[in-house]
């Protein structure tokens, strides 16, 4: 016999958030893969390091080696330098479903980048009163893509 769970209904996430960057698109677009990827942190001197399979249907998901790890999405759309959308899970162990989508426009000098994460599901409610009360989830990830692309924006070939 299946014993019931208190009745959750279903709920939905919307969080938009744009950065300027002072560098050429395709240097955002690429440091915005690495800072997916395998830079990726959590927070300041917080790793957790990504695999981002860089192609149309492919995985962003965290590898713990021993064949272990989190399946966070798919990429739905690539299209360098411009859009990147993910949708998956993402970080939720629970009924729900996200999407990513970050559009990059290239402004005279600058790069806008913007941030659009869709979700919905049966999200626990410390989750929910958290984004209620201004969590900003990707807040440190783009920080951390604007930093690195203006530092890598006058080498050559923009690597680091």
Not at 33 to 44: C, D, F, I, N
Not at 101 to 117: F, W
């Amino acid at each position: 016999m299946l014993t019931p769970i208190a009745e959750q209904g279903i709920h939905e996430l919307v969080f938009a958030k744009d950065v300027e960057i002072a560098a050429p698109v395709e240097i955002v677009f690429e440091t915005l893969l690495e800072q997916l990827g395998p830079h990726h942190e959590t927070a300041p001197e917080s790793p957790l390091p990504m695999k981002l399979e860089a192609w149309p249907g492919g995985r962003w998901y965290r590898d713990l080696g021993n064949s272990t790890g989190h399946f966070w999405g798919h990429v739905q759309v690539i299209k360098p330098p411009k859009l990147l959308e993910i949708s998956g899970p993402l970080f939720m162990s629970y009924p729900a479903i996200a999407h990513l989508q970050y559009r990059l426009t290239a402004e005279g000098g600058v790069t806008r980048l913007k941030l659009t994460h869709r979700a919905i599901g049966q999200f626990p409610p410390d989750h929910r009163d958290a984004l209620a009360g201004g969590m900003e989830p990707w807040s440190h990830t783009l920080m951390k893509v604007r930093e690195v692309a203006e530092r890598r924006k006058g080498t050559v070939g923009g690597s680091r």
